[in-house]
């Protein structure tokens, strides 16, 4: 079998990727290979659902740059094909001298990545938009905004498929090989396939597709994202989606609150490191994977950096009284009989050999094969345009 591009991994990445493709040659042929039974099982389909703004980006780094372009190309899709979404717009919350000093970083950060019309807040302000929320400060980030992106995955899919993309699902990936010529991918089914280009968009064990041709100085290290859901008697608390200021030394959001497009509300998520790749629960532990995340010297040196953050972040997940508190040091009047076990989501977060987290997008390309190996958060909101990224790779 022979084609112009294997896709591997149906996530929405891997989606928009086959979704630029065939805007942009047309005529091409295309297969998308997935181990699972279908499309965005797991980060694309376990996320908070948040069109992100892209506040929190480095200036001139990618993920800046592509949240920035994917998110006028997610709207625009949204509006085409009438994908319910909402620009609601959300607070970063301060409550503390330290956190004020960050949220005025932050500040800087929106208007250097272009956003407009970004408002500083004090304790009073902060009422009119959220008037159960304690803070001392605030940004309000008008562009801000919530949709389903299962509902976009399904979409694209659709789409895909009439314009003849093929599909192999419950198929796995054994082995990658360059060649001159083409390249070839070996998998589970006791098939070949062959193609002049290769995009690896596997997610969780995109590190290890990457392995078979590169050189790799990280490793996909999985950490579990835990929800929980207040309960219908308490969603008067939140109007739309409410954040504390990040640690600009972590790069995880902070658990934060967040009506979903039918207007329940969720909060999370946590980070606590997962015992296997695709550890959705405390009790899900794959040893192999295990072993092979605690042995790697960089996850040995992350460990050293950041043994108290992820102490709170363990306990936090075992104690449904210390999630309660993170919620609290928001919003003073939730209680504990407000909130219920929720989802969650596993992130998949490039470590490299010296401990430090890979926190931008990061895509390697080499002998017509790519990788896409760092695509974390705002992966959903910035797909369109880290797919047109990949297309324009191709020569």
Known sequence: MKYDFIIVGAGIVGLSTAYSLIHKYPDSKIIIIEKEETFSKHQSGNNSNVIHSGIYYKPGSSKA??????????????????IPHEICGKL???NSDDEINELMVLFEKGKKNG???LKILDSEQIKNY??????????????A?????????????????DKGVKFSFNTKVLNIKNGSGFNRVFTNCNEEIRANYIVNVAGLYSDKLAKMNFEIDYKIIPFRGEYYNLKPSASYLVKNLIYPVPDPNFPFLGVHFTRRINNSIESGPNAVFAFSREGY??????????????SYIGFLKLIKLYWKEGIIEMYRSFSKYAYLKSLQKLIPEIKISDISSGGAGVRAQ???????????FLIISKNNIINVCNAPSPAATASFAIGEHISNLIK
């Open 65 to 82: 740059i592509n949240c920035k372009k994917g998110y006028d190309l997610l709207l625009k899709f949204l509006k085409e094909y009438n």
């Open 92 to 94: 970063i919350v301060a």
């Open 115 to 117: 956003l407009k019309g």
């Open 130 to 143: 959220e008037p159960y929320v304690n803070g001392l400060k605030a940004i309000h980030v008008p562009q």
């Open 145 to 161: 905004g919530i949709t389903d992106y299962k509902l976009v995955s399904k979409k694209i899919y659709e789409i895909l498929k």
């Open 281 to 294: 629960k405390m009790s899900i532990i794959n040893f192999k994977e295990l072993f092979e995340s605690i």
């Open 350 to 360: 490039a470590v490299k050999s010296n401990g430090e987290m890979v926190d931008d």
